[in-house]
């Protein structure tokens, strides 16, 4: 027999590719995604159920489909998505709480994961080099999708202490990186010009796309339960980062970036929410030692790699690292000969 | 006396010609349609340097040339007064003064720029000006060096140590001032483990945290590792300081990064006396503050390390802390704002460190790696090891006291 998997957010790229690929597993009888609104792209062999999660007409469908297994995925940081940050909140808290309420009077339910984020941890000054899954933000968030975060936690948490026979995993995602999908980090990789906070260069991890999904089905499928970091291994500095996508940065003070973010959020490309300036200046480090050895996941891209092939599938800008090794080699090829005149 | 009352008013420069204020009180449109009159103020011009030439004529070539000119010109104004034949008259003068040398500003100046070669050849020395004979090589590699920076091709560890970047630019600018300036002698180096964890523990002075910059370019030097300071976390708040810091091998003062390390076999380095330490006023100098709550001792028995005492002479008198402003350090949230002898009186200045003689010494180490698994949760043992390190540091101060001559020598 195999397992029922209920997916929410299925009309994010992430939980959708994620059903897709689920629904091809052999251990998988039937997968059905869940959203407000129709995936965008293809499901493949998943069945998709138009409903909000907030709402308990999730309690009947958990039911009647006798799922087992839950997937939460739908918690978001973009508020582009969900239209402004209200209902985005709205959606991952109020959103979270109701589906695991209807996940405890579900008999059936044997297992949940939670897609969660590496911003449960914030940024602050205060941060050690590399966090591990038993600490807290050293700042606790005011607000923002942090928050979100920590509530949701606590939420899936508390779920677990009601319904001890439910395996609850939390996996905490480094920034999701790749060619093909869309989050606050990939938009602010795409601007033309980056913006930077001065005199900051904040160390980054990144997971590729294609392991945060390889991740999600591991621990649908395997038993382990716990809180994971999830990111490649080593670390990128921001300002690394930029220079190998060969792109212009614009160092504004710390104060000025908020500002600057509000103007350009109406273009809904980039974040610049204060927990995303505050991540801009300090940085985060996961330590994964974790999720390598208890939950036996190895992700397949290091953070540099999946930086580069999420580099490579932009238009290279104009600083890029092939210019600059072709005028490497123009100036070294023009004083070689200059040797060679000398001696002659 | 009328030629005296007329060169008085004539302008020095403008040589009284029409159309200039001749400060006569003249409207200027007068002296532009009579030519005439013009004419009659040239004439006493004209003759000054007549006496003028009579004295030197030899010096003075370009000059009655000139004059020659404006005579030459001026009874033609007079005769014809029409303006159309004024137009006429200027033509007249211009081949005159084609007669003498034409000064321009074409020959001196290069026509085409620098050619290429001489470029190429004014690049080719400058290298071998700077890197030597062998320049080639090294031009090449420096040129790699560069790529490597502008395309982001280094790497860094998961504390932001960029190797690169400490050696190339952060030690090699500390070490003239470690070597010239403070003529530092290192005793002990041989007892900091070749390889492993360690944790160096140091006294802490001078104000500004330059004790652990000389100190990690003297363990540099002495051993070939690099030293991993633990800083406080008013570091990681500065701009570019905190960015420096990370790139130095820096991180985060807590027992999580500590560990860590330690645990990765790095030498770590750490000033328990913090900000009172290097804060503390001059009359305090060489008296050690409280050791902090003895976190590093703990660090260093969970990870089994041994703790190298080290104590550092010359960093007090770098600049001697006389006073504070704790208002204003308060207002702008750091611990203490600085007043020496010679800052903020002398301005920028004030902020170049007196050239006190330093002696650095790494003590005997203290092993921790004979105590119990539960020992580092035994806050009596941590106090006991805590004082020990303290004290070994205080009598290692005391003792290089004793034996540096002077503070200057």
């Known amino acids: ?41 293809d499901l493949a062999e998943a069945d998709f159920v138009r409903a909000d999660i907030r709402n308990p007409v999730i309690a009947k469908i958990i039911v009647r489909e006798r799922v087992d297994t839950v997937v939460h995925a739908s918690v978001t940081s973009t508020p582009a998505a969900a239209g ?72 899936a948490r508390g779920f677990a202490r009601r319904r001890p026979d439910v395996a609850v995993t939390a996996l905490r995602f480094a920034n999701v990186i790749g060619p093909r999908i869309t989050t606050g980090m990939t938009g602010y990789f795409r601007l033309p010009v980056i913006p930077t906070v001065l005199g900051f260069n904040p160390r980054l991890q990144f997971l590729h796309e294609s392991d945060a999904l390889a991740v999600l089905e591991h621990a649908t499928l395997c038993d382990v339960v716990g809180t994971f970091n999830v990111a490649g291994d080593g670390v990128l500095t921001l300002a690394q980062a930029v220079r190998r ?46 999720m390598r050895e208890l939950l036996g996941f190895r992700p397949s891209f290091t953070s540099a790699q999946a930086f580069a092939d999420f580099a490579a599938s932009l238009r290279p800008g104009i600083l890029a690292p092939a210019r600059v090794r072709a005028t490497e080699s123009a100036l070294v090829g023009a004083l070689s000969p200059g040797k060679g005149e000398r001696r002659g | 006396m009328s030629v005296v009352a007329d060169a008085e008013i004539i302008p020095i420069g403008t040589r009284g010609k029409p159309g200039r204020g ?31 030439r009579s004295l030197d004529d030899r010096s003075l070539d370009d000059q ?35 007669t003498r040398a034409p000064v321009t500003a074409k020959d001196r100046q290069p026509t085409d720029g620098i050619p290429p070669a001489e470029l190429l050849d004014a690049l080719t020395s400058a290298a071998q000006e700077q890197f030597g004979d062998n320049w080639e090589p090294r031009l090449a590699q420096f040129l790699a060096f560069l790529r490597r920076r502008l395309t982001g091709d280094f790497t860094v560890d998961d504390y932001g140590f960029d190797q690169e970047v400490t050696e190339k630019f952060l030690l090699a600018a ?3 001032l470690a070597r010239k300036w403070f003529r530092i002698e290192v ?28 100190t990690a370019v003297s363990i540099r030097d002495h051993t070939g590792r690099f030293l991993r300071p633990l800083g406080a976390d008013l570091l990681f708040r500065l701009p570019l300081i905190g960015d420096l810091a990370r790139k130095g091998g820096a991180t985060l003062a807590c027992n999580e990064d500590a560990e860590r390390m330690l645990r990765g076999g790095e030498l770590v380095g750490v000033w328990p006396e913090g900000f009172k330490g290097i804060g503390k006023p001059f009359g305090e100098r060489y008296k050690l503050q409280r050791f902090g709550r003895g976190g590093f001792v703990s660090a260093a ?50 902020l170049i460190p007196l050239p006190s003689k330093w002696l650095i010494e790494f003590g005997e180490p203290i092993r921790t790696d004979e105590y119990e698994g539960g020992a580092a949760d035994d806050p009596m043992l941590v106090f006991n090891v805590t004082d020990q390190v303290r004290e070994s540091i205080q009598q290692t101060l005391y003792t290089l006291l004793m034996r540096r001559k002077s503070v200057f020598s």
């Open chain 2, 174 to 176: 500390l070490r003239p």
């Open chain 1, 84 to 155: 402004g940050r209200t209902s985005t909140k709205e959606l991952n808290v109020i959103g979270t709480m109701q589906l695991l309420a209807a996940c405890q009077q579900a008999p059936d339910v044997r297992k949940l994961v939670l897609k969660s984020s590496a911003a449960y941890y914030g940024a602050s000054n205060r941060d050690p080099a590399m966090f591990t899954e038993g600490m807290s933000a050293k700042r606790q968030p005011a607000g923002g999708f942090a928050k979100d975060v920590i509530e949701v936690e606590s939420y």
């Open chain 1, 1 to 41: 027999m195999g397992q029922v998997v209920l997916v929410t957010g299925v009309a994010g790229d992430l939980g959708r590719r994620f059903a897709a690929k689920l629904s091809g597993s052999a251990d998988v009888d039937r997968v059905i995604g869940v959203d407000m609104v129709p995936p965008r792209g």
């Open chain 2, 187 to 214: 005793r002990g180096a041989e007892n900091i483990p070749t390889e492993g964890g360690a944790l160096v523990v140091s006294n802490h002075s001078g104000t500004i945290p330059l004790d652990g910059m000389m």
């Open chain 2, 301 to 350: 028995i969970r990870t089994g390390v041994p703790i190298i005492p080290t104590s550092v002479v010359g960093a007090e008198e770098i600049y001697p802390l006389v006073g504070n402003i704790p208002s204003i350090a308060r207002l702008l949230g750091v611990p203490y704002l600085p007043i020496t002898p010679f800052f903020p009186l002398l301005g920028p200045l004030g």
């Open chain 1, 245 to 290: 996508l060969g792109r212009p940065t614009l160092p504004l003070p710390g104060f000025a970036l908020p500002t600057f973010g509000s103007a350009s959020r109406q273009t809904k490309v980039a974040d610049f929410s204060p927990e995303q300036v505050a991540f801009l200046t300090y940085g985060r480090g996961l330590d994964t030692t974790r």
């Open chain 2, 22 to 52: 001749t400060g006569a009180g003249r409207p200027s449109s007068d002296s532009r349609a009579l030519g005439a009159r013009t004419g009659a103020s040239d004439q006493p011009v004209d003759d000054r340097p007549v006496d003028d």
């Open chain 2, 64 to 98: 009655p040339r000139d004059d020659e000119a404006a005579r030459d010109t001026a009874p033609g104004r007079e005769l014809e007064p029409e303006p159309p034949v004024q137009a006429t008259a200027q033509p007249v003068t211009r081949p005159t003064r084609a």
